[in-house]
Nanobody, 123 residues
């Protein structure tokens, strides 16, 4: 079993920044990719960003490219999502995921999910 626990969500004004963290425990499978999805009310869950286990390859959705940065610290079994220039449209529950990157879309085939952390951006 792998457990993923997100933290760092909260309320922020438009233009502000937040950094999300995801800590993995159990059988962490550190060489698998890690990433983030989000789901806004009334919308489907969408891919946000992913990182290879070494961090040398990263992938982003068009909606966050240039504003969000994914990174990971394998010694701490933790992946981060630095979110800058936040917009009200970024309001969603953000979920951490571990699995395999599908590079064409890009997206992930996730095996494990975190419980989610709420991010709310006010105008």
């Amino acid at each position: 079993q792998v457990q993923l626990v997100e933290s760092g969500g909260g309320l922020v004004q438009a233009g502000g920044s937040l950094r999300l963290s995801c800590a993995a425990s159990g059988r962490t499978f550190s060489r698998y990719a890690m990433g983030w999805f989000r789901q806004a009310p009334g919308k489907e869950r969408e891919f946000v960003a992913a990182s290879s286990w070494s961090g040398d390859r990263t992938y982003y959705s068009d909606s966050v490219k240039g504003r969000f940065t994914i990174s990971r610290d394998n010694a701490k079994n933790t992946v981060y999502l630095q979110m800058n220039s936040l917009k009200p449209e970024d309001t969603a529950v953000y979920y951490c995921a571990q699995g395999v990157v599908r590079t064409v879309e890009p997206t992930m085939s996730a095996r494990y999910w975190g419980q989610g952390t709420q991010v709310t951006v006010s105008s």
